[in-house]
């Protein structure tokens, strides 16, 4: 049985994060498979597909789009939002689905661990490294964050992405929140 976690985020330091929350879906692939979980992906129109065993193990985001990381075989913890940030273990059959901005990072893995990854529509992917954002870097990747449209589909579910179309707008945050968010 699939279940789907939220994990929700806001801006840290120089990090952007998201205000869509990170969708763990639990089971999504039962058993996981590199050719079952890059089925489901692109069969929910998330492609540029590649497959890996494990992710960057430094701390990084994308501004150019959102991304899948499906877990194949073994498992891999990976801490979002940034150094300090929330733990999550990620295990065969699992798959996470990650707003461009929050950044992630691979912590420890199995020695079978295998990933595979996807991005709606086939987007070309950036990788912007907290280790080395500048206050320039960090603008110019929110505008390209703000106008990334909402993916169709949800890649482990096929289903439209309520959670993301029902999420709080930017203009409905807590300003004070964000300023908190930034002096972090």
């Known amino acids: 049985m699939t279940t789907t976690e939220q994990l929700w985020s806001k801006p840290k330091g120089m990090l952007p994060n998201s205000r869509f929350p990170v969708l763990v879906h639990r089971n999504a692939v039962p058993e996981g498979g590199q050719d079952a979980v890059q089925a489901r992906f692109r069969s929910n129109g998330w492609l540029n597909n590649w497959r890996y065993p494990g992710i960057y193990t430094y701390h990084h985001f994308h501004s150019t789009t959102h991304e899948c990381l499906g877990c194949a075989g073994g498992w891999?913890?990976?801490?979002?939002?940034?150094?300090g940030g929330v733990h999550v273990r990620i295990e065969a059959g699992?798959?996470?689905v990650l707003p461009a901005g929050v950044s992630h990072c691979m912590t420890a893995n199995s020695n079978d661990i295998q990933m595979v990854g996807g991005y709606p529509e086939g987007r070309d992917w950036d990788n912007v490294q907290q280790a080395h954002l500048t206050e320039d870097i960090r603008r110019a990747a929110a505008k390209?964050?703000?106008?990334?449209?909402?993916?169709?589909?949800?890649?482990?579910?096929?289903?439209?992405?309520?959670?993301?179309?029902?999420a709080p707008s930017s203009v409905d945050a807590d300003l004070n929140d964000y300023r908190d968010g930034l002096d972090s």
């Open 76 to 83: 891999m913890e990976v801490v979002l939002f940034g150094e």
């Open 144 to 166: 390209r964050i703000m106008m990334l449209p909402i993916p169709a589909l949800d890649p482990a579910t096929g289903e439209p992405m309520h959670e993301w179309i029902d």
């Open 94 to 96: 699992d798959i996470i």
